[in-house]
């Protein structure tokens, strides 16, 4: 089987999240000189298979089989690889079945290898991620089997295949705010206390503004309101308390502390709760690791374009990956039509994938 057909066979199963579409069991299957570990978690399935080549490093690929919803008005079968206008459309072309389909063909055709390589793969990652990769790598620390490299092949180029990879995430921390005021006729506002007029008076200085100045691979960490309500739908009474939202896309220099002590420092005098949650911890791999070293090698070879190592974006499981300590870059095809309407890709870009995969596996 030639990459793009198996790209062909990936997109045709509806693996909605949590549902892997039996892609788990067909890559066993494909993959059978390959040990395989599965690790079903409640609805989440997990597959670790791997082959031990000789004595060596542990160089592993990471990514997920599953996809969000289709969605409606899409001008082909979302679930049937279709070639139009030189794009080939489908749900999953970009994220992230051509990343699927390059390095399982990558590790397939591998015929001799410095060491060990595996996949680790999931159904839950466009979902909770409670259950996917992070209990994989739990479990590959309680048997001593964690990799020493993991590519995840996220789609991360930008304006040309080859132009950019991701040696790093930002965090995500959530803010939910309740500013307390005191319920009150809108003819007497003297008699109460409004919670909207006590925010708007502090408001500008807050949305929008960055908490740190970020540094050469993070842009700046700011406070980005995603929500407020108030009162009780009517015109003549003012409301009790306000419940704002926010969110906080950090870098390394910025933690909760910081996010309270900015929260603090503009609410003073005010009666408000302030609860913060961390949804992903902000990370970045050394950019003279072998791993990026080596994919940057790899993709200069294929494309003659050297790579800028990015930072951008949202989240992915390469920021479990990172919390065990191993070296995790993201690497795929261009990444501008992912969970849209018509997503797409090319059939050059998922060759040239599985080329820069080859050409990695070769270099280790």
Same mark, same amino acid.
């Given at each position: 089987?030639?990459?793009?057909?198996?790209?062909?066979?990936?997109?045709?199963?509806?693996?909605?999240?949590?549902?892997?579409?039996?892609?788990?069991?067909?890559?066993?299957?494909?993959?059978?000189?390959?040990?395989?570990?599965?690790?079903?978690?409640?609805?989440?399935?997990?597959?670790?298979?791997?082959?031990?080549?000789?004595?060596?490093?542990?160089?592993?690929?990471?990514?997920?089989?599953?996809?969000?919803?289709?969605?409606?008005?899409?001008?082909?079968?979302?679930?049937?690889?279709?070639?139009?206008?030189?794009?080939?459309?489908?749900?999953?072309?970009?994220?992230?079945?051509?990343?699927?389909?390059?390095?399982?063909?990558?590790?397939?055709?591998?015929?001799?290898?410095?060491?060990?390589?595996?996949?680790?793969?999931?159904?839950?990652?466009?979902?909770?991620?409670?259950?996917?990769?992070?209990?994989?790598?739990?479990?590959?620390?309680?048997?001593?089997?964690?990799?020493?490299?993991?590519?995840?092949?996220?789609?991360?180029?930008?304006?040309?295949?080859?132009?950019?990879?991701?040696?790093?995430?930002?965090?995500?921390?959530?803010?939910?705010?309740?500013? #307390?005021?005191?319920?009150?006729?809108?003819?007497?506002?003297?008699?109460?206390?409004?919670?909207?007029?006590?925010?708007?008076?502090?408001?500008?200085?807050?949305?929008?503004?960055?908490?740190?100045?970020?540094?050469?691979?993070?842009?700046?960490? #700011?406070?980005?309101?995603?929500?407020?309500?108030?009162?009780?739908?009517?015109?003549?009474?003012?409301?009790?308390?306000?419940?704002?939202?926010?969110?906080?896309?950090?870098?390394?220099?910025?933690?909760?502390?910081?996010?309270?002590?900015?929260?603090?420092?503009?609410?003073?005098?005010?009666?408000?709760?302030?609860?913060?949650?961390?949804?992903?911890?902000?990370?970045?791999?050394?950019?003279?690791?072998?791993?990026?070293?080596?994919?940057?090698?790899?993709?200069?070879?294929?494309?003659?374009?050297?790579?800028?190592?990015?930072?951008?974006?949202?989240?992915?499981?390469?920021?479990?990956?990172?919390?065990?300590?191993?070296?995790?870059?993201?690497?795929?095809? #261009?990444?501008?039509?992912?969970?849209?309407?018509?997503?797409?890709?090319?059939?050059?870009?998922?060759?040239?994938?599985?080329?820069?995969?080859?050409?990695?596996?070769?270099?280790?």
């Amino acid at each position: 089987m030639e990459v793009l057909e198996l790209f062909k066979k990936l997109i045709t199963s509806k693996s909605e999240t949590p549902d892997d579409g039996g892609l788990l069991d067909f890559i066993q299957c494909y993959l059978p000189e390959y040990t395989a570990k599965r690790i079903d978690i409640e609805d989440t399935k997990n597959l670790f298979i791997y082959k031990k080549f000789a004595e060596g490093e542990h160089l592993c690929f990471a990514g997920h089989v599953d996809v969000v919803p289709a969605g409606e008005n899409w001008d082909t079968n979302p679930y049937e690889l279709v070639e139009k206008d030189g794009y080939l459309y489908g749900r999953g072309t970009q994220d992230m079945k051509s990343g699927l389909a390059a390095f399982i063909q990558a590790v397939h055709d591998a015929k001799e290898f410095q060491g060990t390589l595996s996949l680790l793969l999931t159904s839950d990652e466009e979902g909770d991620a409670k259950h996917g990769t992070i209990k994989v790598l739990e479990y590959l620390k309680e048997i001593s089997s964690l990799p020493d490299a993991v590519v995840v092949a996220e789609p991360t180029c930008e304006l040309a295949f080859g132009d950019a990879i991701k040696v790093g995430r930002r965090g995500s921390i959530n803010g939910y705010l309740t500013l #307390k005021g005191k319920q009150g006729h809108a003819a007497y506002p003297e008699k109460a206390i409004n919670p909207i007029h006590s925010l708007s008076r502090v408001l500008g200085n807050m949305a929008g503004v960055n908490i740190d100045d970020g540094d050469e691979f993070f842009a700046p960490s #700011k406070f980005v309101v995603t929500d407020i309500r108030s009162g009780m739908q009517v015109t003549n009474v003012t409301p009790n308390e306000l419940k704002m939202m926010f969110n906080v896309r950090n870098t390394t220099l910025t933690t909760q502390k910081e996010v309270k002590m900015f929260v603090d420092k503009h609410l003073v005098g005010l009666d408000y709760e302030l609860e913060l949650t961390q949804g992903s911890y902000p990370f970045r791999t050394n950019t003279s690791s072998k791993v990026v070293q080596n994919i940057d090698k790899a993709i200069e070879k294929v494309t003659g374009i050297k790579p800028k190592h990015s930072t951008a974006g949202g989240t992915s499981d390469a920021r479990f990956v990172a919390l065990f300590g191993v070296d995790v870059i993201e690497f795929g095809v #261009k990444n501008d039509s992912i969970h849209a309407i018509n997503e797409r890709t090319t059939a050059d870009e998922v060759e040239n994938l599985y080329k820069v995969f080859r050409e990695l596996i070769s270099l280790w």
